[in-house]
């Protein structure tokens, strides 16, 4: 299997008409160029994780949807270190794999569907013996995956922006963010929820100091998790044949159409420097129908 690229993490500078009115610069970390199909941060928040099951000889037991990144990228860092691992996926098992499970699978991931009440409760079969496993919650969130997500400031210098944003999910990767990067940079979450209100308290449950100030912004769900519109497709299209960027519609096209709209209804003071991370998950885009994206 392909290994990750770290190397191939670019900064783009994006040639925007609306910034260059606002006198902002607006910038995208390509965390999605270290693997054609493993979303950059997913394989940051689990490498900690990682980490430890090699230490303590243990596997990885995780949970995820159907289309879930953080599944598809479980299986493939359990993979490339060795490790076996169990996904425990919402809903009963379809009769045509998604292209996610499908992939999850064939990395020889050990998928258990359970309905989707047990599911919520987060219960772990009873056949799975809990010792021989490092239990990681859904997404990677906690202070083990904001550990890792930390990592990702060695990727830029901090200190030469004034805003740093990111698509919002559990808010580990924000929370990593703030823990790691130069504290009189902004830090804002793009939620990817609707009205996920409680993902802040989430984020400062993970902060190594609890009075560090960012914000979440809940206006750019687009109808809620994992929905999209002709809108949002047309930005993909769009922003793809101008800077040559492709983006998923889970996630990083919110956040991208976000930075865009905040800049043009002047949230962002004249003379900011925006960097706005790139987080991956363009695997997610294979359940579109085809001809949907021109990338
Ligand atoms: C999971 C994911 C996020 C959200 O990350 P959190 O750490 O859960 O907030 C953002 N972008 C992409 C592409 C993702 O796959």
């Excluded at 409760?121 to 056949?127: C, E, H, N």
Aim: with cysteine.
């Amino acid at each position: 299997m392909q290994s990750l690229n770290y190397c191939n993490i670019s900064i783009d500078r994006i040639d925007s008409v609306i910034a260059k009115e606002k006198k902002c610069d607006f910038s995208i970390l390509r965390l999605d160029k270290t693997h054609e199909e493993i979303s950059g941060n997913k394989i940051f928040k689990l490498k900690y994780y990682l980490q430890k099951a090699i230490e303590e000889k243990k596997d990885i037991l995780t949970w995820g949807g159907a289309f879930s990144n953080h599944i598809v990228a479980t299986a493939a860092a359990c993979k490339m270190n060795g490790l076996k691992c169990i996904g425990i996926i919402r809903g009963e098992e379809p009769a045509e794999y998604s292209h996610t499970l499908h992939h999850a699978k064939m990395m020889e991931m050990q998928l258990q569907f359970v309905s989707r009440q047990n599911y919520r409760q987060k219960t772990i079969p009873a056949s799975v013996n809990t010792n021989n496993y490092i239990i990681v919650k859904e997404g990677g969130y906690g202070k083990i995956g904001a550990k890792g997500a930390a990592d990702i400031c060695s990727f830029f210098k901090s200190e030469n922006y004034s805003h740093i944003i990111c698509a919002t999910g559990t808010g580990t990767t924000l929370a990593g963010l703030i823990n790691s990067c130069n504290g009189s940079t902004k830090k804002i979450g793009i939620s990817a929820l609707k009205n996920n209100k409680s993902v802040f308290t989430e984020v400062k449950a993970l902060l190594t100091d609890t009075t560090s100030e960012f914000e979440i912004i809940h206006d750019y769900h687009f109808g809620g998790y994992a929905k999209h519109n002709t809108a949002l497709i047309d930005f993909m299209n769009a922003f793809y044949k101008k800077h040559f960027i492709p983006s998923d519609f889970v996630y990083t096209a919110k956040c991208f159409y976000a930075v865009e709209d905040l800049i043009r209804n002047g949230y962002f003071p004249e003379g900011s420097n925006i960097l706005a991370l790139h987080t991956g998950g363009l695997q997610g885009n294979f359940s579109l129908n085809k001809g949907t994206l021109m990338f």
